[in-house]
Each structure stands twice: as C-alpha cells, then as structure tokens.
C-alpha cells in the first residue's frame, strides 16, 4: 500500500461524500488535513478553488507536491489501492467498480440529494423543488431495494468481505432518513448498515 503523508481534504463536514473519505483514511490509518467550506455560498465556484477543481465541487484531495484529485469515489480508490479495503481477485475488484458506479448513478443522484433538499436548503428554494421529491423518493427506494436483493445471500457488497464498495455505499446510505427515507422496510440494508456501524474502526458521520 503507498505510504500518504501531508494530505489535505478539501471538505464540507455534513457532505456524505467528504465523510466517505474521512472514512475510509480513518481505517487505513491516513492522516488528512481538513480544509471546511461552508454548505452555503458558494466558495467552491471561486477562481482559487476552480482552479483546482474546475467542477467546483468537494470531496477534493490535494496532495504535497499540487495534485488535486476530487470526486469521491476516485479518491477511496487511490487510497485504499493494495489495501485489505479492496479485494484481492479480479472479479471482486470488479463487482466493488459496480458498486461504486451503481453509487454515483443510481443512489446518489437521488438519495443524497434527497437529504439535501429536505435537510438542509432553505424554505423557499425547497418550494421550487418540491416537485420532484416523489421522483427521489422513486428512485433512491429502488436502489435501496437493488441493495436489499443483493444483500439476502451475503454480508457485504463486494467480495467476501468489506470493502470500499460498502464505505461509498454507507455514506449515505446510513443518513437516507434525513431525506426521508424509510430503512424500515429494507432490513437486509439495516442490518448490513449495523455491521459497518459495529466495526472498531467505525467513525460516525
């Protein structure tokens, strides 16, 4: 596994995103800086943060010698590279790739933004959204029942055993009743959210 020092993490703390990534350098023992921008504003629209980022968005990972790598799924990938984080065989690197993919298209886009709307936005700019949350609630409960089936016959997403395919999942995952989601009725998902949750090296959003 390469050796990481002097890592700053360009951050929102309340972003599932951002707190995949304090996640998983936690439990391979990475120590970050952290660089917090405010939810609100608009600072990551700047021009010394676009150019770093010209999407203007965190998780961004700024390394000692200028490189910038956002997007957050990227980012446990490169850390987590010959770690246990990943799974040893081909074909179980390739199912975390799925999970990962399935993360940033098909929950993400509706589970997080979800939260974020119903948790965090204004009143009134929630009132010109307001339309599409049936929409959200649709999709995000279709992913989380994608996850339910594939968790019945097994523990974890990818491989036998946990990986970073479970931390991108987790990240929001976990927080899905902010943007009112029901976990209730998905129990296979509840369960394995327990058994991240009940790892030693957990660390809460």
């Known amino acids: 596994m390469p050796r990481f020092?002097?890592?700053?993490?360009?951050?929102?703390?309340v972003s599932g995103?951002?707190?995949k990534v304090?996640?998983?350098a936690h439990q391979l023992g990475i120590a970050l800086r952290l660089k917090e921008y405010p939810l609100h504003g608009g600072v990551t629209r700047q021009p010394e943060f676009l150019g770093k980022n010209p999407n203007g968005r965190?998780?961004?990972l700024e390394f000692p010698d200028g490189r910038c790598l956002p997007e957050s799924n990227a980012i446990l990938f490169h850390l987590s590279e010959d770690s246990a984080l990943q799974p040893a065989d081909s074909w179980g690197r390739a199912e975390m790739m799925q999970w990962l993919f399935f993360e940033q298209y098909s929950h993400e886009p509706y589970i997080?933004?979800?939260r974020f709307w119903l948790k965090y936005a204004a009143p009134e700019a929630l009132a010109a959204k307001r339309h599409l949350v049936g929409e959200w609630h649709a999709r995000g409960n279709a992913a989380l029942g994608v996850m339910e089936t594939h968790l019945a016959a097994r523990d974890w997403f990818a491989g036998a055993d946990y990986s970073?395919?479970?931390?991108a999942l987790y990240g929001y995952t976990h927080s899905?009743?902010?943007?009112?989601?029901d976990l209730g009725v998905f129990p296979k998902v509840s369960a394995w959210l327990a058994r991240v949750a009940g790892r030693k090296d957990h660390i809460p959003l």
């Not at 020092?5 to 703390?13: D, G, I, P, Y």
């Not at 970073?164 to 931390?167: F, G, K, L």
């Not at 899905?176 to 989601?181: I, K, L, R, S, Y």
């Open 112 to 114: 997080a933004v979800a």
């Open 17 to 19: 995103n951002c707190y």
């Open 176 to 181: 899905a009743a902010d943007g009112g989601f």
């Open 58 to 60: 965190v998780p961004m």
């Open 22 to 24: 304090r996640l998983a």
């Open 5 to 13: 020092e002097n890592l700053v993490l360009h951050q929102m703390a």
């Open 164 to 167: 970073i395919a479970d931390i």
